[in-house]
């Protein structure tokens, strides 16, 4: 199997972790190349950028909408997608034993929605960018990955993370030095994309704060993004409809799924503890509890 085939099969199998890793570094290979044959054939090659890049001009935003969403895949330089991709996956997956690949891409996307209008929000209203609205444009997965970082730290804050030169620290320590990093950095060269950082986390601690209070701010988004991917899905399964007679059958059957499901999820205090379990599962054990 040659390595095109491993990364089509690695991409259609992984979750959507993978998929975006997978995604912002494609777009990124693109861009580049694109980049290197608009220079050698004597063109502007930042056109290719502008096009797919977030404008802090509400004027050009409007000609150019799709912006919101193409900006938090577009990268350029090569330590910026590094660094991106790095803590995406790292926090990514610590997501993932908790929540489901569902929830990570609502989180993902919302976060880079909310970091995108905090951008134009401070280039528009805040008279210190006013000089520089028509020629500011945002690009990166940052406030999409923050969001994932601070909806994680809010989640198990105590989460260990063994960093290289430094050792063992606890997620919720990144979690604040970076937030802290971004505010004090509001009116540096890189104010805009701080405010979409900020905008980012905030809206991960907001996401995260509402699940722990048993509210699914983004079900409806959920749904409504599970339901586009799965236009695009290939080999559809057949929906079969039993129509049985015999109800007593299905109750019973319904019962074992139930106490499996419990079962499963008892083992898993066992072995890991309370603060392990996801939010579903923490639904399945009080909706038991209910029941006694």
């Known amino acids: 199997m040659g390595i095109a085939d491993e990364i089509k099969r690695s991409f259609k199998n992984g979750t959507y972790l993978t998929r975006l890793i997978y995604i912002n570094i494609a777009i990124w290979v693109i861009i580049r190349l694109l980049f290197v044959a608009y220079s050698l054939s004597g063109s502007d ?10 404008p802090a ?9 799709w912006t919101l969403l ?36 609502s989180l993902y996307l919302i976060g880079g929605f909310v970091g995108g209008l905090s951008f134009m929000l401070a280039f528009n209203y805040i008279p210190l960018f006013h000089d520089r609205i028509t020629e500011s444009q ?38 604040v030095i970076s937030v802290m990093l971004y505010v004090i950095s509001l009116s540096g060269d890189n104010a805009g994309g701080n405010f979409a950082h900020v905008g980012g986390a905030l809206w991960g601690w907001i996401y995260m704060s509402q699940l722990l209070a ?29 129509n049985s007679t015999n109800p007593d059958y299905d109750y ?14 008892l083992d898993k205090i066992g072995k890991s503890g309370y603060d392990s379990l996801t939010f579903e599962e923490r639904e399945i054990l009080f909706k038991m509890g209910q029941k006694k």
């Open 214 to 242: 048993g509210r699914n701010i983004t079900g409806s988004f959920d749904r409504l993004i599970a339901k586009f991917f799965s236009w695009f899905r290939i080999g559809r399964k057949l929906k079969i409809n039993y």
């Open 57 to 65: 001009s509400l004027d050009l935003f409007i000609s150019r909408p």
């Open 138 to 175: 945002l690009l990166g997965a940052s406030a999409s990955v923050i969001a994932i970082v601070i909806a994680s730290a809010v989640y198990v804050p105590n989460h260990l993370i063994h960093l290289a030169f430094i050792g063992p620290i606890k997620i919720k320590w990144i979690a």
């Open 70 to 105: 193409t900006y938090m895949f577009l990268h350029f330089e090569i330590l910026h997608i590094l660094f991106n991709v790095l803590w995406l996956y790292g926090f990514g997956k610590i997501f993932l034993e908790y929540h489901n690949q569902q929830k990570l891409l």
């Open 252 to 265: 019973n059957r319904n019962k074992v799924i139930r106490q499996n499901e419990i079962n499963d999820v």
């Open 45 to 54: 090659g930042s056109q290719v950028l502008n096009w797919l890049a977030l």
